[in-house]
């Protein structure tokens, strides 16, 4: 089975722009839908955006939506998730999780199976 990386987070002020990525490699890899989470301590991990992976249809949670833009590129077995106008409570690790199947609701973290092991993105001045 193929491991999920994430890459991309960092340090960014508010207003500013990130893209993060979530590879998968080093096996075998298939999933019927991909979603990003996010977790800041103390907290539940929260669903921030899913996309089919073989229709690229997109959800994304009302705290993100018009901000934040998920894609992939099935070729290279990699999504993505722009992230744009940040704002302070965008501060988290962000995961990347894949469903292989589970048709369960896009935002609930129980639908999905394999789970990446997560990158910080801090938005602060």
């Known amino acids: 089975q193929a491991r999920l990386v994430e890459s991309g987070g960092g340090l960014v002020q508010p207003g500013g722009s990130l893209r993060l990525s979530c590879a998968a490699s080093?096996?075998?890899?298939?999933?019927?839908?991909m979603g990003w989470f996010r977790q800041t301590p103390g907290k539940e991990r929260e669903w921030v955006a899913g996309i089919m992976w073989n229709y690229g249809y997109t959800y994304y949670a009302d705290s993100v939506k018009g901000r934040f833009t998920i894609s992939r590129d099935n070729a290279k077995n990699t999504v993505y998730l722009q992230m744009n106008s940040l704002k302070l409570d965008d501060t988290a690790v962000y995961y990347c999780?894949?469903?292989?199947?589970?048709?369960?609701?896009?935002?609930?973290?129980?639908?999905?199976?394999?789970w990446g092991q997560g990158t910080q993105v801090t938005v602060s001045s």
């Open positions: 999780a894949a469903d292989s199947g589970s048709m369960g609701y896009v935002g609930s973290r129980d639908s999905y199976d394999q």
């Open positions: 080093g096996g075998t890899f298939r999933a019927f839908r």
